[in-house]
């Protein structure tokens, strides 16, 4: 209806997901639901949830009421006072063609409708699961725990009691629905409302089970085993078939998808099965060339320094990345070396840094060798 905001009644915003908009019905039918809550207002408010559920559920209806503010959509279609020859009023009777069949013609409103006992899949979870940096390469078995909602094992989901069954809704008949006549000053007007008797799941329940209280659902703490695959990345996810929540009229379990986080390594970085990694050498390594050992994942290797290397040169090792997750092998390893400028130098490393100078066919002046020292480290850093 016009006067009833459908969205602040499931309390969800207006641009919620099918997925929010179950997740909050099925929240508030439980709180709500009159055999379980014994409230006065309790029967009216369910009957108002329910309402809500019905028409921002379907895609037709959520459509018209977004747009015109009513399920059934557009009011006011058709005749104009007494004397149009559409029977009674001036309405839209017609010997029983009434208004709502028109507006099908039109709007193609008169699709066959869902069968409210038909098996439905339940609702998709969703699990953050944070990964150290060496588990995400590697991968890992653990054991997660998450709530869900499983079938109630004391009826089978079928909300009644051990020994009955639920039955054929008598005043629906299955449908789930009612068609409701009104006169209004436009005349008599069909409408479809959520049967006030089985709620719009096409059934009744003479007798509720204990356990779930009819709804054939039950709050669960669920524990799953997860193997996590080794290559999984930061923000990627996986998907494990019916570990979500319960089906309706014995419909499958919904999926679990977990999402992962990585927390980022001290000495490495990743894109990829790409690993980075910055290995610091002395100048007299790169001047000299020569072996050094460099970390990578899989354990230290030995790095042949070529003589006379540069500060910021990428090596690549072959096959000491992360490993591929949809194919064989691994990635690869680049190492970027860097030259260090040590900050001090003692009396033995002067006399040789001023020798090497020398050697190089620089004018060193006695005395002078703080200043070489300073020439040489900005050499080093690029500056000159």
């Known amino acids: 209806m016009a006067d009833k905001d459908y969205y602040d009644i499931l309390g969800v915003s207006r641009d919620a997901t099918q997925d929010d908009i179950k997740h909050a019905y099925r929240r508030l039918a439980r709180k709500w639901h009159p055999d379980i809550n014994k409230a006065p207002n309790a029967e009216q408010k369910f009957k108002e949830i329910t309402e809500a559920y019905e028409t921002l559920s379907d895609p037709k209806k959520k459509a018209n009421y977004d747009q015109y503010g009513s399920a059934e959509g557009p009011q006011g279609f058709g005749g104009a006072g007494a004397g149009a020859g559409f029977g009674g009023a001036g309405g839209f009777d017609a010997g029983g063609f009434g208004f709502d069949d028109i507006f099908n013609q039109f709007f193609g409103g008169g699709q066959r409708q869902a069968d409210p006992t038909a098996p439905k899949q339940g609702r998709d979870l969703q699990y953050q699961m944070t990964l150290e940096f060496e588990e995400a390469i590697f991968g890992k078995k653990t054991r ?16 009644a009691k051990p020994g009955t069954s639920p039955v054929t809704c008598h005043k629906c008949g299955g449908r789930g629905y009612i068609t409701v006549q009104t006169n209004t000053p436009l005349g008599r007007m069909q409408t479809r409302q959520t049967c006030d008797v089985c709620h719009g799941t096409g059934k009744e329940i003479k007798e509720k089970c204990p356990t779930c209280g009819g709804t054939g659902h039950v709050d669960e703490r669920h524990e ?12 990627q996810q996986m998907r494990l ?4 929540e319960a089906g309706e009229n014995g419909g499958p379990y919904g999926d679990l998808y977990i999402i992962f986080r990585v927390k980022p390594s001290k000495d490495f970085r990743r894109d990829g099965t790409t690993i980075y990694f910055d290995r610091n050498i002395t100048f007299a390594r790169a001047a000299l060339g020569g072996k050094v050992k460099v970390k990578t994942v899989h354990g230290d290797v030995d790095l042949t320094i070529p003589a006379g290397t540069q500060t910021g040169t990428t090596f690549k090792l072959r096959g000491k990345g992360a490993p591929k997750l949809r194919g064989k092998g691994n990635g690869d390893e680049r190492v970027t070396v860097k030259v260090v400028t040590p900050k001090s130098l003692n009396k033995e490393q002067k006399v040789a840094l001023e020798a090497f100078a020398k050697a190089s066919g620089e004018d060193v002046p006695a005395g002078k060798g703080s200043k070489l020292f300073e020439k040489f480290k900005d050499a080093l850093d690029g500056k000159n």
């Open 224 to 235: 799953l085993e997860v193997d996590v695959p080794a290559g999984i990345d930061d923000g």
């Open 144 to 159: 997660i725990t998450y709530n869900r909602q499983a079938t109630c094992k004391t009826c089978g989901g079928s909300g």
């Open 241 to 244: 078939q019916q570990q979500g």
